[in-house]
């Protein structure tokens, strides 16, 4: 761990968590191909040091790389790694807040995986935990990564009226629940992050606050981090014409144990998938639908009725879903080991129904 400025850990400080992302890529040509770059090139310290003459003095900062990567390659224990560092840092009374950099591919997942997992922990502790990223490298000219690890830094440390604790995130100016933030853009510079209502964050406005308000009054158990190793194996199907019964078949064969389909429309999938998805729910594996479209809620029964064992994602896309069943699959492994008859569904339901204020 070290500081930039270097100070004593138990002073306050922000917690800055690196994770890598084109905030901290490098592009070899800056000024002629500015989308041609390496991902997770340079430090966290060096992300800090190019915003330093502009921070706050009294903002105190401690800086932390759990990984440097492409976040396309984000797996399943990089993220029980950041679920972990940030309970430590919301357990401990010398953090203010918590900024983590992170590459905007799978921002989507760990946006939900930290509101399931540190959510409550955040919003009672009373710190906020913000997520950021970067559209271009860090050494293009015009590069976002420093205006939004700032604006991350400002938001993490200042005492806003009635912004409660809580995960969230920043890009381009504004600041949504982190939950809500996805890339909705393959390659415009400019590309929309967040799916629903967001807020400047130098100006947060009532009603935003108060949608904030009501999926934390909703949330009100953090979910376990899976221990490593032990993720629940899920994966994303996506239905589309000229589907084939092999594709969900060969999972059957599997060790899988949930399949998330991104179905067409409202959620609905191919009829050749039916008989095997059929038995794929006799096997146990838990089956959740959401819809490929990008937009929209995929409600219980609609457009077909559900087959008992099968979930509707609710406002999940097919992502969200995935990491949603994860962390439901392992919630409920390990209610049952302590005599808690719930289910996978049980735990699921709390995370899709969450109030649609996305
Ligand atoms: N591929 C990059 C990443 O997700 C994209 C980005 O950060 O914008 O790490």
Known sequence: MSSIPCIPENRPHILVLGMGGTIAGLAPNPGESPLQYQAGQ???DSLLSQVQSVIPPDIKLVS???ANINSRNLTDAHLGELGLAVKEALADPSVRGIVITHGTDTIEETGLFLQLSCGKL???QSKRVILTGAMLPSNVPGADGPSNLLDALRWASTSIENCPGGIYAVMGGRGCMAMDLAKR????????LQDSPSSKVNLINPSWLSGVKAVQAAWNEDLPIPQEGEWPWVEILTSHAGAHPETVNQWLKSEV???VIAGS?????HDAWAQPLSKAMEQGIALVRTTRTGAGATLANIPEKDAPGCRASGVLTGPRAR???QLALNAAKQANLVGKPLTWQDFFARIADLPEFR
């Open 64 to 66: 932390r790389q759990l």
């Open 323 to 325: 990491i949603g069943l």
């Open 122 to 124: 955040a919003h009672t």
């Open 42 to 44: 340079i430090g966290v």
């Open 185 to 192: 853009h393959a390659t415009s510079l400019n590309a929309p």
């Open 265 to 269: 429309g409202q959620g609905g999938f």
């Open 257 to 259: 144990q949930g399949l």
